[in-house]
């Protein structure tokens, strides 16, 4: 897990962020993209493509 993310390792898609590699497209602006909020962003996104996979 990326340092970036431990408080984030027992999240149940954890794993999703641990590949090696992927691509989140987020239209915000630097300020949102930059701030500490853009990881519950990320898995919220991610959350909601997993239940589409479903």
Do not use: W
Request: hydrophobic fraction near 40%.
């Amino acid at each position: 897990m990326p340092r970036c993310l431990k408080q984030h390792q027992n999240h149940p898609l954890a794993d999703y962020l641990k590949l090696k590699g992927h691509t989140l497209r987020n239209d915000e602006t630097p300020e949102v993209s930059f701030s500490g909020d853009i990881v519950e962003r990320s898995l919220a996104l991610a959350e909601i493509i997993a239940l589409m996979k479903a």
